[in-house]
């Protein structure tokens, strides 16, 4: 299994502002992802950490709003940018390519 | 594109009865499904999965789930639940097992009465 400790738990966020938010895994992983779990919703997955290259991002989700960077096999971080109160959500790091998912507690961002 | 639906948003039920989760999915190939568990402010916990052979699997907690691919479904099952059952549940299908992007339901909130 993989322990995943993501920082911060929790912020509280000005609008306009940017937010880096980290992930490590306590093990090398080949996979690296970044959902984002809006108030009452699921999980929608926002892109795929890529080791060393750009990350993969789902539909709806552009780089500039939310860049990814992932410089080795254990860590990734997701910044979200230029906030607006509609990015006030949980985003979770997973890591996975051994037939699991496994997950962070999660990022509890409030932006005001 | 794959998706799952979990027609339960809301489920109450009687601490020792039996529960049963309902989750169907949508996929072109062979589905990989998994079921995940999340406690109020917590992350997400895996409780089964499934990849080939038996369509019954055994999860952590007591729990099991059943693929029937006939009726495209991968129910999540208890045969006597605990207070401390009371979560969210999250049915999820992905494409392979070595890439394990995910698409996850909507989510059923199971609340326990004593």
């Known amino acids: 299994s993989a322990v995943i400790s993501q920082k911060p738990s929790r912020d509280i966020c000005q609008r306009g502002t940017s937010l880096t938010i980290q992930c490590q895994v306590d093990?090398?992983?080949?996979?690296m992802f970044w959902y984002r779990q809006q108030p009452g919703q699921s999980l929608t997955l926002i892109a795929t950490a890529n080791q060393g290259s750009e990350a993969t991002y789902e539909s709806g989700f552009v780089i500039d709003k939310f860049p990814i960077s992932r410089p080795n096999l254990t860590f990734s971080t997701l910044t979200v940018s230029n906030m607006s109160p509609e990015d006030s959500s949980i985003y979770l790091c997973?890591?996975?390519?051994?037939?699991?998912?496994?997950f962070g507690e999660g990022s509890r961002l409030t932006v005001l | 594109a794959q998706s799952v639906t979990q027609p339960d948003i809301h489920i109450t039920v009687s601490e020792g009865a039996s529960l049963e989760l309902r989750c169907n999915y949508s996929y072109g190939a062979t589905p990989y499904l998994f079921w995940y568990v999340q406690s109020p402010g917590q992350g997400l916990q895996l409780l089964l999965k499934?990849?080939?052979?038996?369509?019954l699997v055994q999860g952590i907690k007591g729990f099991e789930a059943e693929f029937k691919r006939s009726q495209s479904s991968f129910n999540l099952r208890k045969p006597s639940v605990h207070w401390s059952d009371a979560a969210e549940y999250f049915c999820?299908?992905?494409?392979?097992?070595?890439?394990?992007?995910?698409?996850f339901g909507t989510g059923t909130r199971l609340t326990i009465i004593p």
């Open positions: 997973s890591a996975g390519g051994t037939g699991e998912l496994f």
């Open positions: 093990s090398q992983v080949t996979m």
């Open positions: 499934y990849f080939s052979g038996d369509t």
């Open positions: 999820a299908v992905g494409a392979s097992a070595g890439n394990e992007k995910l698409t």
